[in-house]
């Protein structure tokens, strides 16, 4: 399999996975009182999920009173996508139209997946492959979620709310072959586990990337990668 094919692959896996996710979030925006195209509309231009079920949640708690709760909790949890959106533009390239294209699916399974490519190339092919297969498949299991969410029931019975979570373990899992990187994902699941229950949405996320980003900055736990040239010396002792 050539290594192009292996991103295409990769990329439809976690395409597959998110985009199941959808039909929760189109049941459980219609049962919140939305229209069936009012939630779809929320996937066409809104298209991240996290902040999609932290606007529904706050507005099935509260109502049109919480209407300005429900905005800010999912602009919180959107903020994560300004910092891919850093990370991503040197992958993307081109010049503005391109860029402004791409971040609407800049999101955080597109991003995953480029950067978990060594290739440049590579990488803009999991980046678009993942962005614009899940914005496709997330809006039709939205829609199906709207139209036949009665007939579903609770879609966490059919496991739904652990497919996103399986397939970024998926993505994350190959790479946590060093002590630092352990280090930075362990640090950052409890941090945000510890805050969920006392911050609003989107807090949480966000003190667990600042968290993510001490511990990787300073290196605690691993030595420094090292150069191009010795890690091609390694890999051909390796290989002897």
């Known amino acids: 399999m050539t290594a192009e094919r292996e991103v295409w692959r990769e990329a439809l896996g976690v395409v597959l996975a998110t985009s199941a996710y959808g039909v929760?979030?189109?049941?459980?925006?219609?049962?919140?009182?939305?229209?069936?195209?009012?939630t779809c509309v929320l996937s066409l231009l809104m298209f991240t999920g996290g902040s999609?079920?932290?606007?529904v949640g706050v507005f099935t708690a509260g109502g049109l009173s919480a209407l300005p709760s429900a905005v800010a909790s999912a602009a919180l949890l959107g903020v994560r996508n300004v910092a891919y959106g850093m990370r991503m533009s040197?992958?993307?390239g081109g010049g503005p139209v391109r860029k402004a294209a791409a971040a609407h699916f800049t999101i955080d399974e597109s991003?995953?997946?480029?950067i978990s490519q060594g290739d440049p190339r590579l990488r803009q092919v999991g980046f678009w492959v993942t962005g614009i297969g899940i914005f496709v498949g997330w809006n039709i299991t939205t829609l199906v979620g709207a139209l036949v969410g009665d007939v579903l029931g609770d879609p966490r019975t059919w496991g739904l709310d652990a497919a996103a979570a399986a397939a970024f373990l998926a993505l994350l899992w190959p790479r946590l072959r060093q002590r630092q990187?352990?280090?930075v994902g362990v640090a950052a699941a409890v941090v945000a586990a510890a805050f969920t229950p006392f911050l609003m949405p989107g807090?949480?996320?966000?003190?667990?990337?600042?968290?993510a980003i001490a511990v990787g900055w300073f290196n605690w736990l691993g030595g420094r990668e090292a150069p191009p040239d010795d890690r091609a010396r390694v890999g051909t002792e390796e290989a002897a």
């Open 24 to 38: 929760s979030f189109g049941a459980l925006a219609v049962a919140s009182g939305l229209d069936v195209w009012q």
């Open 52 to 55: 999609q079920f932290a606007f």
């Open 90 to 92: 040197p992958i993307v």
């Open 111 to 114: 991003t995953a997946v480029a």
């Open 181 to 183: 990187a352990i280090a």
């Open 203 to 211: 807090l949480p996320v966000l003190v667990a990337a600042v968290v």
